[in-house]
């Protein structure tokens, strides 16, 4: 491996440093008259500054606050970064948050809302429209600990619509701030400013998961967002057997080859952005059928592989980041068909395999992080039936029991998303009939029946990906003359019309995967002289062309 990533350049801030009161402290300009009434004024203001306290206490802090804006964002969308500045910024490191407050949210007309314990009653200064401040009591929210005061400071910005733009800006936590600020958060002209050099200094971006606009962690794939290094990296296997990856960086332009040791694999890669380490966590079946791993590093550097336990597995793996849990969940099917479970915990070890019920099932998992139940949903197909079965690991760390989705029947692996725009999972798969089918599990954790996309038949495993940008799911597959074709499901929920997307032919499954820098989805495939190519779809949601990664390495999956 001949890359490295530059790491993030650090710089010291001055800020002032001075005791803060609570209630936000003490405005001293007046917000916009459409502000919003349920935010502190001195903490939309960002008049509060971080006290000085010692640097053990600060980094003390950083590491209670960091996982507990992951769950924020996880749910929200809103940058782990930005929140634990903001909280930094507005709560004097923590000192100035009564009862778990540490961005001085009010209750509206005395409800605390969804997520607060309840209300309390709090000196605080308010200002006019002219300036003038004066002392009086307001009602400020509960909270039972830190991570809900993160997460109802994530809901009011996503809740809100004057705060809307930021969220085209996920993946760009400085522009989420500068938006944010724009949109009235704060009248301090240099309340963004401030709050970037916090991220900065502290290197807060580590905190950020996935960096996902989807709200949950993308599902593994053979390519993968890199939170870190903003870039798509991209795994498969070359005609030896080896590991070979490349990558898009946020230029839109493609790495060099790379392979990496001479660990043998068997089929295709599958690779997760990890927030708790800032690597690219690599799972594959190698040819003893053992489950083996290595990562990309913070250093763009990659590590050994190992062996994950003595299970023997049979087809490739599937893996999802659970933001509960801070841990990589990873799926395979053993010798028998059964479905068996591990996982890379926050502390970086693999946990022991466990068999996950006693349904038979052909082919690899899908498994997605769902944040409406704060489960990981895992579907597959069924060995006697060819129906689409399911189970979930909970937030308690138990697994669900198996079910049968509707009675259609389908031949190859499912492909399953998270859909933000509907807070639903999206399954596509492929029925017997070569159409491509869908059904979804719902808010309501309910499935949904089964419908036909469009009447083109497909071959193989579809790819899905959620589309920020337009709010839709896109879907690809390969056609019966092995052209890539693409669908969509509006936001909506409304499917579109097929389309052939250029005139290369392919083999295999695609990849597509939201490249949060250039705001598209990036699509892979393999073409029939073995070699991975290359399309996307814009922010204009138009599909470029097809361009050949590299004409002197050939893949096989």
């Known amino acids: 491996m001949t890359r490295t990533h530059a790491r993030r350049r650090l710089f010291t801030v001055a800020v002032t440093l001075f005791a803060a009161q609570f209630a936000g402290g003490i405005a001293q300009a007046a917000p916009p008259p459409d502000a919003p009434a349920v935010i502190a004024d001195a903490a939309r203001d960002g008049e509060t500054a971080p006290v000085a306290i010692a640097a053990g206490s600060q980094e003390d802090f950083i590491n209670a606050a960091g996982p507990a804006a992951q769950r924020g964002q996880a749910e929200y969308g809103v940058p782990a970064s930005v929140t634990v500045a903001q909280a930094i910024q507005e709560s004097a490191w923590g000192t100035a948050a009564p009862n778990n407050n540490h961005f001085g949210i009010k209750c509206s007309g005395g409800v605390p809302g969804p997520i607060a314990t309840g209300c309390a009653r709090l000196k605080t200064f308010e200002c006019n429209p002219d300036g003038t401040c004066y002392e009086t009591y307001a009602d400020f929210r509960t909270y039972a600990s830190m991570e809900d005061s993160f997460r109802d400071h994530g809901r009011f910005l996503r809740e809100n619509t004057r705060y809307a733009n930021a969220f085209a800006y996920t993946g760009d936590p400085d522009q989420f701030i500068r938006e944010v600020h724009r949109a009235g958060y704060a009248t301090d002209v240099n309340y963004s400013t401030t709050i970037i050099n916090l991220m900065v200094t502290y290197d807060l971006y580590r905190f950020n998961t996935a960096a996902n606009p989807a709200l949950a962690p993308t599902p593994g794939a053979q390519g993968t967002y890199n939170g870190l290094t903003a870039s798509v990296e991209m795994f498969t296997r070359d005609t030896d057997g080896l590991l070979a990856h490349t990558y898009l960086s946020p230029d839109g332009r493609s790495g060099a080859w790379s392979t990496h040791g001479d660990w043998h694999i068997v089929g295709k890669p599958v690779s997760v952005y990890n927030p708790n380490s800032g690597a690219v966590e690599v799972y594959a079946r190698d040819t003893k059928d053992l489950l083996i791993h290595t990562y990309i590093g913070r250093d763009g550097q990659y590590g050994p592989w190992d062996v994950v336990g003595d299970w023997h597995i049979t087809t490739p793996p599937a893996a999802t980041y659970n933001p509960r849990s801070r841990a990589i969940e990873v799926y395979g099917r053993d010798v028998s068909g059964l479905l068996i479970h591990t996982y890379l915990g926050s502390d970086l070890k693999h946990g022991p395999w466990s068999v996950v019920g006693d349904r038979h099932f052909e082919g690899t998992p899908s498994a ?128 579109g019309t097929w389309s052939v997307i250029g005139d290369w032919h392919i083999t295999g499954t695609p990849t597509a995967v939201f490249h949060q820098s250039r705001r598209s989805i990036e699509v ?34």
Do not use: C, K, M
């Open 368 to 495: 997605v992080y769902n944040p409406v139940s704060d489960a990981v949903d895992v579907y597959a197909r069924e060995t006697t039936t060819g129906a689409l079965i399911h189970t979930y690991l909970g937030n308690t760390g138990q697994h669900g029991p198996w079910s049968a989705v509707g009675d259609r029947r389908i031949t190859d692996d499912p492909a399953a998303v998270f859909n933000d725009q509907r807070r639903s999972v999206e399954v596509y798969a492929r029925e017997t009939t070569g159409l491509l089918v869908h059904t979804y599990l719902g808010s309501d954790l309910q499935h949904g029946p089964w419908s036909a996309v469009g009447d083109w038949h497909v071959t193989g495993t579809p790819a899905a990906a959620y589309n920020p940008n337009s709010g839709a799911v896109e879907v690809y597959g390969r056609d019966v003359n092995g052209l890539l074709i693409h669908n969509y499901l509006d936001r909506d929920g409304r499917t």
């Open 524 to 557: 892979y495939a393999r073409d029939t002289l073995g070699l991975l190519i290359h399309t996307y779809l814009g922010p204009d949601l138009q599909h470029g062309p097809w361009s050949l990664i590299d004409a002197d390495h050939h893949i096989t999956d």
